[in-house]
């Protein structure tokens, strides 16, 4: 006649204990694994960021065009103006993604075009590359005062205007992208009035812009 063999209840809640405790010290040696690695590649890229420490990219505004400025009633205001800039990126082994980047006009702090925006582009290491855009307001709306600014600017034979840029950029290091940051242009120029104070005025100086990243 056999035996039968039947298992009180502490000793299952004692298998099951131990299966819990194999169970838990599993996950957490996983855990502490994939946190390892996690924090070395953080460490590294801080390392390579470190080491290769982008500089930011470079403005220069080329050419300036005024074709249009003019009231078509006492405070809105039609534009045209042609802009070329000059874009360097100075870094030796980063590259740029520039996946946004608007471009204004401005007078006396005030905002006399909408924003134009520029197509995305890739920057290569200590590439240069010039930047076209049409900047064109139709009855943009400006301040009451603007008409005497200009009557005043003609009187000293200039006028100073402002170009003005935003948007976001990437760097690349490698096959490594870095997340977007975003970045602000300030060109100024000076546009000489000519015999006739009226456009066409233009500005070819080659002005340095401030850039902020």
Request: aromatic share 10%.
């Amino acid at each position: 006649m056999s035996q039968i063999h039947v298992k009180s209840p502490k000793h299952c809640a004692d298998k099951h204990a131990v299966l819990v405790g194999v169970s838990g010290r599993f996950r957490k040696k996983l855990y502490l694994y994939f946190s390892t690695v996690f924090l070395l590649l953080l460490l590294l890229i801080l390392l390579v960021w470190l080491i290769l420490r982008p500089a930011k990219p470079h403005f220069s505004l080329t050419e300036a065009d005024v074709n249009q400025l003019n009231l078509s009633a006492p405070s809105l205001l039609n534009s045209s103006i042609q802009l070329t800039i000059r874009s360097t990126n100075p870094n030796k082994k980063v590259g740029i993604y520039y996946d946004e980047f608007r471009l204004y006009a401005s007078y006396k702090s005030q905002k006399i075009t909408p924003d134009t925006s520029i197509s995305p582009f890739y920057q290569g290491h200590e590439e240069t590359t010039l930047l076209s855009a049409s900047l064109a307001g139709n009855q943009q709306p400006v301040s009451p005062s603007f008409a005497y600014d200009v009557q005043r600017d003609t009187a000293t034979g200039k006028l100073v205007l402002s170009f003005k840029g935003n948007g976001r950029l990437r760097w690349k290091v490698g096959s490594w992208v870095s997340g977007r940051y975003r970045f602000m242009v300030d060109c100024v120029t000076v546009m000489p009035f000519g015999a006739i104070p009226s456009p066409p005025l233009s500005s070819r100086q080659g002005t340095v812009c401030s850039t902020t990243v």
